[in-house]
């Protein structure tokens, strides 16, 4: 069965949004990517930092409201949407709920097959290159590193902490029917 | 009836982020804003300059090929579907083919209620502001200015000639039911 | 005499960063452009919010310390230098000591001849582009609009409120002699 | 003697950025951060693509100008008299002519005490890391991998292409008199 949609699932500063490029980048076919960055994108500013919104602490805790899961859900139904429609499309995303955000896809997915990838990076070395990306709240990528993948299940996993994006998108793609 | 989406159509620098950003702030319910720059965004980078994507000439032409009209097709879906799952949304586009363009989002919609905003600019004040911005070809704003709208039916139009973005997001605020 | 530096003073949101690219457009000659924007990336991500760094309070205060000052002075320095050696400069600045910002600026800069451009807008019109950029911290425009230009001399003095930067730029180039 | 300046030279995509990032925040004092990208800004949008200014090829390849050659060798004394005014100043370039580019930084430097810091990467990973930035022109990497090195001498080298951005930072750190 052709493989419609990819979901990467890793902490902030694991290293996705190199790897979706270099998928982009390797994939014969041309794929759509999105996830948590352009749909933040697409919320108003005012919901940055409000009750209902999404809140970035200080310490890199990232908290989220229920305005902010009413709009999500309505955004996950349109993007399965787009690959029923006969798109193909890369996500990636930050299970903040670990295994809860996982159904949530599944919930909107209903049968849609999807290759489940788990993005792993060693926490000292994410928070090491959340300090050379320069545009992210310190700490972020230390608390993330492990949760989001509790009790998540995936296809195959990549860990960006000793191999290039290049070289991961090329295994994930391999598993691309 | 309650007023879900709101499409705007101009030319390039013809100020429709402003207002769309203007928008999101006037308006007291959370709206998600997506478009054309968001779309191209998505799409790989190989598919800029490449025969079914996405080219941009010297003198500001924009051609699409294909492939692009095949993936903005899935993603026109997805986002109607977003929509009628209970999110409201503001697009800003560039109806390149006039009527036609307006058509294949009708077709996508369906029954969905729209607000359609024409967003205007004499050519020669937005090729002045594509100066100003200094991040696109040259030449785009003045192509662009009059052939997007040939054929196209709005419920109101607003003019960024003379007029605040701020002052036109709140005419079309007033509007929204 | 022949003017090697344009320096412009106006408050955030008043349209600097826009006339600033039309004039690198309309002059015959090349000029490099810099300004507190280009300084403040120039410094270490942790001087913002630090003592002795840069605070951004939430009513759009901006408030600089010693260390800021200190580097801000060098930096100066080193700007005038390569006006000095050849380079044409356009500088974009926010006065917020008012004439003490631009008796700094004298300091440095010796007897070498500047065109001195005041940018006007009215406060209620900068702050609603505040809004359209979505990229500033609202309340910086109308806190700045008018105490950036106490007791400041001017060799022009230009208004975006109701002029396009376009203009404006044209306005500027016609005094380089 | 204290080290003022420090000077990092290595290929397009070698991680030269993240390593200043991180200098930025490893190092006690406050440094400024200038190289070839912000000098780049700085010109007119007029000059990229023209006989004078700065050329990118389809390629990779990069030519400059007798204006671009000429508003370098200004901004490059500026930088110099920051330096001298007391600031703590980090370059990184790419010294496109090799030990040409580096004499260049000598005679403005006068005797002025520098830290030569090599960034070296292979040219086969620094073109996967070209893919997975996505904003440059594909060929840069793999073309100014070694070139750039020809003939120039350095205080220390280090290598990202097995060792991450804070790592060599903190190496670099660590000969800062």
């Not at 940055?48 to 309505?74: K, N, P, T």
Request: hydrophobic residues 45%; charged residues 20%.
């Amino acid at each position: 069965m052709t493989t419609q949609m990819i979901i990467l699932n890793g902490g902030s500063s694991s290293g996705k949004s190199g790897i979706v490029r270099c998928l982009q980048a390797v994939l014969p076919d041309p794929w759509l990517a999105f996830g948590c960055d352009s749909f933040v994108d697409a919320l108003p500013a005012k919901m940055q930092g409000s009750d209902g919104g999404i809140e970035f602490a200080a310490d890199g805790g990232v908290s989220v409201g229920a305005d902010f899961r009413a709009l999500e859900a309505a955004w996950t139904e349109g993007i399965v949407t787009m690959a029923r429609a006969g798109a193909r499309i890369i996500i990636d995303d930050v299970f903040l709920g670990g295994a809860a955000s996982q159904q949530r896809w599944q919930k909107a997915l209903g049968g849609l097959p999807v290759l489940w990838v788990g993005v792993r990076c060693e926490g000292a070395v994410a928070a090491g290159r959340e300090v050379a990306r320069g545009d992210r709240v310190q700490g972020m990528a230390t608390l993330q590193a492990d949760v989001v993948h509790e009790g998540v299940f995936y296809d195959l996993e990549v860990d960006t902490t000793h191999t290039e994006s290049l070289e991961c998108a090329r295994t994930i793609a391999a598993q691309v029917g």
